[in-house]
C-alpha cells in the first residue's frame, strides 16, 4: 500500500484538475525505473486508465496505481509534497530504500 499526506494530496487534486483528470476517477500512476544517481528513480503521472497487472489502491481520497513490478520497491512508501527553501515537489518516503540521492528523486534497495 502507498499512503498520501494530506498536502500531497491537496496538490495531486490541484495539479489533475489543472491537467483535465477528474480527481474522484482517475488515478495517479507511481513507478519506478532504471536511472538517477542511486539507481533507481521515482515515476509519477496521472493516468485514466488501469492496467490488468495494475494494483490499485486508494488512500486519503487519492485513487492510485502502480504497476506489478514497481510495487515491490514501494510498499510502505508515503507520498508527500514539500513546497519548503530546499525545493518544491513531491516527495517519497520511502522504508525500502537503503540509500537516496541528495534531491530525493531516486534510491537504491
Same mark, same amino acid.
Given at each position: 500500500m502507498i499512503k498520501v499526506s494530506e498536502t500531497a494530496k491537496k496538490k495531486v487534486i490541484e495539479l489533475m484538475t489543472d491537467d483535465g483528470y477528474n480527481p474522484t476517477t482517475d488515478y495517479v500512476r507511481v513507478g519506478v525505473k532504471?536511472?538517477?544517481?542511486s539507481g533507481l528513480s521515482y515515476d509519477l $503521472? *496521472?493516468?485514466?486508465? /488501469?492496467?490488468? =497487472? =495494475? $494494483?490499485? *489502491?486508494? =488512500? /486519503?481520497?487519492? $485513487?492510485?496505481?502502480? =504497476?506489478? $513490478?514497481? *510495487? !515491490? %520497491? !514501494?510498499?510502505?512508501?508515503t !507520498?508527500? %509534497?514539500?513546497?519548503?527553501l530546499n525545493g518544491t515537489g513531491?516527495? *517519497?518516503n520511502n522504508p525500502n530504500a537503503n540509500r537516496t540521492c541528495g534531491c530525493g528523486e531516486s534510491f537504491s534497495l
Open positions: 532504471s536511472g538517477g544517481c $503521472k *496521472f493516468d485514466k486508465e /488501469n492496467q490488468e =497487472d =495494475d $494494483k490499485v *489502491f486508494e =488512500d /486519503n481520497g487519492v $485513487k492510485i496505481i502502480v =504497476d506489478k $513490478k514497481s *510495487f !515491490l %520497491y !514501494l510498499i510502505g512508501t !507520498l508527500e %509534497y514539500s513546497g519548503g513531491f516527495v *517519497f
